[in-house]
Every structure is written in C-alpha cells, then in structure tokens.
C-alpha cells in the first residue's frame, strides 16, 4: 500500500497542476483562456494554488 501511494505521489508531482484537477473536475480540461472564466488568467498562479481546496 504504501509503495502505491509514493508512487501515485510521484505521479502528481510529476503531471502539472492542470492535470491533477482534471481528474476532480472534468470541466477543467478545457483551455485556460475561457471566455466563461477571464479572472483566470489574471490570477491564475494564485487562484490555482487556491483551487486544490485541500
């Protein structure tokens, strides 16, 4: 168990952000410059950091 978790772990931290959230959210794989969402691209480094809602 614990060698599929770190191994999962390393798959995250390899696969960019944008992928890990399209697992969670498939509406998420769109593009980034959605007309539906413009604050996005201004506060996209933030807004993504905050999105994991860990």
């Known amino acids: 168990k614990t060698k599929q978790h770190q191994r999962e772990a390393h798959f995250m ?3 960019p952000r944008g992928h890990l959230l399209s697992e969670k959210r498939p509406f ?3 593009p980034l410059p959605v ?3 413009p604050f996005n691209k201004r506060t996209k480094h933030s807004h993504h950091q905050r999105s994991g809602g860990r």
Request: charged share 35%; aromatic share 0%.
């Open 13 to 15: 931290k390899r696969l």
């Open 35 to 37: 007309p539906a969402h």
């Open 28 to 30: 998420d794989v769109l």
